[in-house]
């Protein structure tokens, strides 16, 4: 294996339960496996590292109508398809528990023991009016360069 | 061309008829000027691989709904868009007949043809409660290793 | 950086603002820090390169429906979320515009004054009865050989 076969970098774009399941899944696997993995998390992506009921205090109407909006981390997330109003997410999730196949929260934890880079996207941060500390530890900021960085020198790339 | 260059992989997430087509004419493409090919099934994408009517019997509830909620293969998928309760599908596919572009159901065929690795993922299948027999012939079962093995190797990997 | 890191090629499969921003954001980035960039426009993202009130002579009835119910060029895409009916994507626009973020038409000047490659699939233009004259300028057309040609060469490749 050469360097650039070591190492995996995904964008997040996504906030879908069922996508970001497929995130975590393959940089786990990838982390597990020796790889060195990057995700980087835009656009609707970035609610799934928001802290639970962060204060919405000295923010405009309009961030706290995105903050109300949007997931507040792995929980609040759901289905992209047959969501039915959250009866088919719930159903998915007992399925899981009862097969002891692994939450989504489980798999971000497991992402933070396992060294997986992860990077919140500072435009969108901007966007949503969401600050550094709305967000979980562990996690760095960075733009468009810092993504270019690690993926130019990735084997595999995903947009997810 | 290196070795690289001439290996893709697809992740086939969705099934919604209009992303497997890219997925299916990405992959045949490929297949025709002399690449090697994997595509690997997840989530809503493995619907694509199943066969029809096949017998719920020894599946519990949920599985049986899951079964009867998704598609049974190409001939069952949907447009993402402008599905307009199915009649924006028909009405697509009704165009490419008359203009003699390839449905999805041909394209399937090509791959196989075609030698196309056709791959299941055996999380998927676990969480939705389908078993190899009710997948289509020509294929395989894998996980995520199974995944980043071809991954890693290829030139062009892309999340559909 | 080798031949290989110093290209990326997107395609672009969605017409969402949001998902098109995300593009349009990686690959002017990518461009302004010397990268040789490409970006293929297919089905539903084909509608971003369409000119405004382009007559409708000459067309088919069901052209002419798609050329209705697809939006014309960038002003007329929508979140691909919290849409609204269009409320959430006009307040996303304004928010954009107060902070000083680039919308999505300023992103698309960019890429043409930057030498982005821009790509519509000979396919999806067929499919969706789309002539050359109804999109925009400085762009090619080509099908999934081109497409493969500039992917094989390039380090970055995403599905979008």
Redesign the interface.
């Known amino acids: 294996?050469n360097e650039?076969?070591k190492k995996?970098t995904l964008?997040v774009?996504s906030n879908d339960m069922?996508?970001a399941?497929?995130a975590f899944?393959?940089a786990t696997?990838?982390a597990s496996?020796g790889?060195r993995v990057t995700m980087y998390f835009?656009?609707?992506g970035l609610s799934l590292l928001r802290k639970k009921d962060y204060s919405r205090q000295g923010k405009s109407l309009?961030e706290r109508?995105f903050g109300w909006?949007l997931p507040e981390g792995p929980d609040e997330t759901r289905l992209s398809?047959?969501n039915f109003l959250g009866a088919g997410t719930k159903?998915?999730k007992s399925?899981?528990r009862k097969?002891k196949?692994f939450q989504l929260n489980d798999l971000m934890d497991m992402a933070v023991s396992l060294d997986i880079k992860i990077v919140a996207c500072t435009?969108s941060m901007?966007?949503m009016?969401i600050k550094r500390e709305e967000l979980i530890d562990n996690i760095e900021v960075g733009?468009?360069?810092t993504?270019?960085g690690n993926?130019?020198?990735?084997?595999?790339?995903?947009?997810?």
């Open positions: 294996m650039q076969q995996m964008i774009f069922d996508k399941m497929s899944i393959l696997g990838a496996s790889m835009t656009f609707w309009i109508m909006l398809k047959m159903m998915m399925i899981m097969k196949i435009t901007e966007m009016g733009g468009v360069a993504y270019l993926a130019r020198e990735s084997a595999v790339n995903l947009f997810i």
